[in-house]
C-alpha cells in the first residue's frame, strides 16, 4: 500500500508541472468509452458521449447518451442497449468545472433482444438507476482534463428478463479516470 501512495505522489509531482492552470471552464465535451470496454468483453461494441454545461458559480448540469450491443449470457441471443443519463453536480471549491465535485444523477436503460436462440416473450427491458458521484478534475494538457471519479450505480428498476444482465449495465460501485476535452 505504501509503494502505490509513494507511486501515485511522484506521479503527481511529474504531471503537476504539464498541468494548464486555466480557470472558470464552463461547458465540457467528451467521449464515454466505457460503454466500448463493456461491449467489447461482452463480444460486441458500443460508445457514448457527455456534455457538461456550467449554470451557476458552483452548479453544473452533464447530460450523456451511450449506445451498446452485445451478446448475453443465452446462445445467439444479442442485446442492444441505449442508456440517457442527467446529473446534477456541485463544485464546492471553485467556480469552474476544474475542481472537485459531488453530483447527483440518474440514467435510464433501454434494452431490446434479438437474435436466433430463444427469446423472451417480452424482448424489450427499462432499467432505471440513481447515481452519487464524487470526484476531481484538473487540466493535463491546454484542451484536456483528467476526471478522476467515484460512484455508486444503484438500479431501482431491475430488468424482467435476463437476470444476468447486472453484469452488462455495471451496477454497483463504479470508479475511473475519464478524459474531457473543453472548447473556450
Keep these: ?39 467489447l468483453t461482452n463480444s460486441g461494441w458500443g460508445i457514448g458521449i457527455n456534455y457538461e454545461q456550467k449554470l451557476l458559480d458552483y452548479l453544473s448540469v452533464k447530460g450523456g447518451i451511450g449506445h451498446m450491443t452485445f451478446l448475453t449470457g443465452q446462445d445467439d441471443v444479442y442485446c442492444a ?23 447527483l444523477g440518474g440514467g435510464v436503460d433501454f434494452m431490446n433482444y434479438f437474435g436466433g436462440g430463444p427469446l423472451p416473450d417480452n424482448p424489450e427491458d427499462t432499467l432505471i438507476s440513481i447515481i452519487p458521484i464524487t470526484g476531481w478534475k484538473w487540466h493535463v494538457l491546454k484542451p484536456l482534463m483528467l476526471d478522476v471519479y467515484v460512484g455508486y450505480k444503484a438500479v431501482i428498476q431491475d430488468a ?14 463504479q470508479f475511473g479516470v475519464g478524459f474531457k476535452v473543453f472548447f473556450i
Design 1 to 39: 500500500m505504501r509503494k502505490k501512495v509513494v507511486f501515485a505522489a511522484f506521479l503527481g509531482i511529474m504531471v503537476l508541472p504539464f498541468c494548464n492552470a486555466q480557470t472558470n471552464i464552463d461547458h465540457l465535451f467528451s467521449l464515454d468509452l466505457g460503454y466500448s470496454l463493456t461491449g
Design 81 to 103: 442497449s441505449v442508456n440517457i443519463s442527467l446529473f446534477l453536480n456541485y463544485y464546492p471549491l471553485g467556480s469552474g468545472l476544474d475542481t472537485v465535485y459531488v453530483g
Design 160 to 173: 424482467e428478463n435476463y437476470r444476468k444482465i447486472k453484469d452488462y449495465v455495471n451496477a454497483g460501485v
